[in-house]
């Protein structure tokens, strides 16, 4: 092949564009290039293409991507994992390097605050060399660094595009903001990223888990991922109504835990209200700057709360999301939030549905 074909975000709020760019044919050392097979449209991809996370352009979007090894640079012979890399295998990776030296690598060990952390998909303009770096594309260029994985037979690809960041990252976030056993926990979003949180919620031994979202379609989703109790926001449209039935739901008290996932502002003055007196806040959605919120921090006093935030995801996240794919209820579950299918050439049309909540899980087959 003499040309790679990319869907290319060029202006913010404009649509993609459909480029060519020279094929890739060799590697440097430990550099790896991979012929896409999938690629998922994530909720942050949306949010990039709105401009409301300064990144350079124009760029390659993608950063949950599955594809095989077509070369492997010098000196890179294992995965993560050290399992014995070949040209052919199918593998995924984690979407960011981070240096190791800084004072959030080293010291902190914050790794996901790495000053010199960059994410495929996301920070690096395709105009430069060597452009394909991102998962809307037929071909990527991992750098040396890039932590992959190759995926065990027992693993479909749409299990593991399916999940996407979404499940990784949920696991970053109830790994800093643990689920005690029995506890009840409300998730706000039904998107990709809250049916993940239900997931590591109810393999973490949640007791009652209550989701709040919509549309019904993905209400539906919530149920099957294991959600007890199913709250719609169209149904019921006011911070106060759904308060009152999280509240009835918890004895009056409140969730221990509650999980936001949603992406918008207000899911956050909405959710700081929900948990228990003593309990804990969890900001997961809030990936890219939205814009503000404002509440009384007499809230926080008041119910003694505990609020964390979490960014991204490590590497050491994306095993652990592979290991919880080999538990073939949730491998059936991931693969099935899968609902749309686009090529490259329609990924503006993808986008859209994404926007629009019309799918479960969005993806591309180049």
């Known amino acids: 092949m003499k040309s790679i074909t990319a869907a290319v975000l060029t202006a913010y709020e404009q649509p993609l564009e459909i480029r060519q760019f020279p094929a890739l044919t060799a590697a440097g050392p430990g550099e790896c290039l991979v012929r ?189 991922f294991g959600a007890d109790v199913l709250i719609d926001i169209a149904a019921t449209p006011t911070v106060e109504a759904r308060r009152a039935l999280v509240l009835a739901e918890t004895g009056g008290f409140g969730a221990d835990l509650v999980v936001e996932c949603v992406g918008f502002p207000e899911a956050v003055n909405e959710g700081i209200e929900l948990p228990r007196d003593g309990g804990k806040f969890l900001v997961l959605g809030q990936y890219a700057n939205a814009g503000n919120i404002s509440f009384n921090p007499h809230i926080i006093t008041r119910k003694q709360l505990t609020i964390h935030g979490s960014w991204a995801f490590e590497a050491r996240h994306v095993d652990k999301a592979l290991r919880m794919l080999e538990i073939p209820h949730w491998q059936r579950l991931f693969a099935e939030e899968i609902t749309a299918r686009f090529t490259l050439h329609e990924a503006n049309t993808a986008l859209e549905t994404v926007r629009n909540w019309r799918a479960g899980k969005t993806v591309l087959i180049p």
Do not use: N
């Not at 984690?94 to 000053?115: D, F, K, L, N, W």
């Not at 890039?146 to 499940?167: H, R, Y």
């Not at 998730?187 to 109810?202: H, N």
């Open 36 to 224: 896409i097979e999938m690629a998922g449209i994530c909720g942050t991809d949306v949010h990039l293409w709105l401009g409301q996370l300064p990144i350079p352009l124009p760029v390659i979007m993608g950063h949950e991507t599955v594809g095989r090894i077509e070369v492997l640079g010098e000196g890179l012979v294992k995965d993560f994992r050290g399992e014995t890399l070949a040209i052919g295998d199918r593998i995924v990776w984690a979407s960011s390097i981070t240096c190791g030296e800084c004072y959030y690598c080293r010291v902190v060990r914050q790794p996901t605050r790495c000053v010199a952390r960059k994410a495929y998909g996301i920070s690096y303009c395709c105009d430069v060399a060597p452009h394909l770096r991102g998962g809307y594309a037929e071909q990527i260029h991992l750098r040396a660094g890039t932590s992959l994985f190759k995926i065990p037979d027992s693993i479909s690809t749409e299990a593991v595009v399916g999940s996407g960041c979404a499940l990784m990252t949920a696991i970053h976030g109830l790994e800093r903001c643990p689920v005690s056993w029995g506890e009840t926990v409300v998730v706000q979003g039904t998107g990709p990223v809250g049916l993940a949180a239900i997931a590591v919620a109810k393999q973490s031994g949640a007791g009652k888990i209550i989701a709040i979202g919509g549309p019904p379609h993905r209400l539906e989703m919530a149920e099957a």
